[in-house]
């Protein structure tokens, strides 16, 4: 690939107090070598060495908030604790040392099992309704006093990210989990405020997360939001099954403070409503900058073959063409790329491919160390 081809991913960004080099992302990857919840040397060499290698902006594997509840993994990170916050307290320090920028995803995991251990928190565990998805119950419904608690606990992971130095802070609320569990009707049956027949409606949990993390971090820090219509527990649902209800989705997550919507699929190339603009049309990323203004990031196969699911089941996959995502990039139907797999399993994907160097791809035995 041609380096003028590239020169829309290697363009700086900015957006409030966030400068990037280029546009690249590593998106967040769960690694599961943080043991009791707390990051090493080990983790933070992993991420200094990408931002050694030209990556614009890191955001961490998923790290949990302090609620009893909120991990479904000893080794997964806490983001909450002195020893845990030293840990990440090495790792921006690595990555702002070598000219990166960082931010964690700050998580609850909600009624979802992990699919490395069974292990569960001695707290027992938490979501919305008890449910993990339409048939399947687990665990208790969060009373409101919970649902309290666990917002204050958001917003006090956003500030220590920024007392720790980090430039953003991305809530994670895609895939399946407590903050996606509000959003889908299957898995949010609650009579209360925080449930309700529209999707306006359950995203209130959402909405006040946003809040508070937005009075955490002040005006200048960006906020991201991943989100996804797909869950983990159906692969096929849509939260928004048109333009219309994914604006009544999106806009009120913007205005109550979100600055850039991570808009998770497993392709970046499939188009969100193929119905509308046909096959080769705006994906999650494109109509969520058209429906919000607001600045989005796509992910989903970049650089790869084969998709993330496959990942899982075993498959590897071979590097990929980035002529489609670029001219994407070039119409501006979003601003940043994030780049799952091929960033574990190489950490100078960047630099390589900017170079014109011969690109690994991805295989499953990559997951299994931390390099
Ligand atoms: C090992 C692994 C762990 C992941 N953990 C997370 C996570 O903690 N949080 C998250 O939002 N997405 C997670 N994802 C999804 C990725 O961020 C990304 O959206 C997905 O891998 C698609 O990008 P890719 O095709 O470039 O790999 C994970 C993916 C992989 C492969």
Not at 135 to 147: L, Y
Not at 268 to 282: H, Q, S, Y
């Amino acid at each position: 690939m041609t380096e003028v081809l590239l020169d829309a991913l290697f363009q700086p960004f900015e957006l409030k107090s966030l400068k990037l080099r280029n546009r690249v992302v590593m998106a967040p990857m769960t690694r599961s070598f943080s043991p009791e919840g707390v990051p090493g040397g080990d983790v933070a060499e992993y991420y200094r060495r990408r931002a050694s290698h030209g990556v614009g902006l890191i955001l961490s594997e998923g790290t949990v908030i302090d609620r009893p509840a909120s991990s479904n993994d000893p080794n997964i990170p806490h983001f909450h604790g002195d020893a845990a916050l030293a840990g990440w307290q090495r790792v921006i320090d690595g990555v702002h040392a070598v000219g990166g920028a960082m931010g964690p995803q700050i998580w609850h995991v909600g009624s979802v099992r992990s699919p490395m251990t069974d292990w569960v928190p001695a707290s027992g565990i938490e979501s919305p309704s008890g449910l993990v998805d339409a048939t399947q119950t687990r665990g208790v419904a969060m009373t409101e006093e919970a649902i309290a608690d666990t917002i204050a606990a958001f917003a006090r992971a956003a500030a220590d990210a920024r007392r720790l130095g980090f430039d953003v802070v991305e809530i994670h609320g895609a895939h399946g989990y407590l903050i996606d569990q509000f959003f889908w009707g299957a898995t949010n049956r609650r009579t209360d405020q925080y449930g309700g027949a529209t999707l306006k409606a359950r995203s209130r949990f959402a909405v006040e997360v946003v809040r508070a993390v937005r009075r955490a971090v002040g005006e200048e820090m960006p906020i991201v939001m991943r989100l996804s219509q797909w869950k983990q527990q159906d692969y096929a649902v849509r939260l928004a099954e048109s333009p219309d209800a994914m604006a009544e989705w999106l806009v009120p997550l913007v205005e109550a403070g979100v600055d850039i919507l991570h808009c998770s699929q497993r392709r970046f190339w499939d188009a969100e409503f193929p119905e509308i603009d046909g096959a080769g049309g705006l994906n999650f990323a494109g109509w969520a900058k058209k429906l919000t203004g607001a600045a989005t990031i796509t992910v989903g196969s970049v650089g790869l073959s084969g998709d993330f699911l496959g990942a899982f089941g075993g498959e590897t996959s071979q590097p990929a063409s980035l002529v489609n995502l670029i001219q994407r990039l070039e119409r501006r139907e979003f601003d940043l790329v994030a780049v799952g797999r091929a960033l574990l399993s190489d950490p100078a994907w960047v630099h390589k491919l900017r170079e014109g160097e011969p690109l690994a791809g991805f295989k499953p035995a990559d997951l299994a160390t931390l390099y």
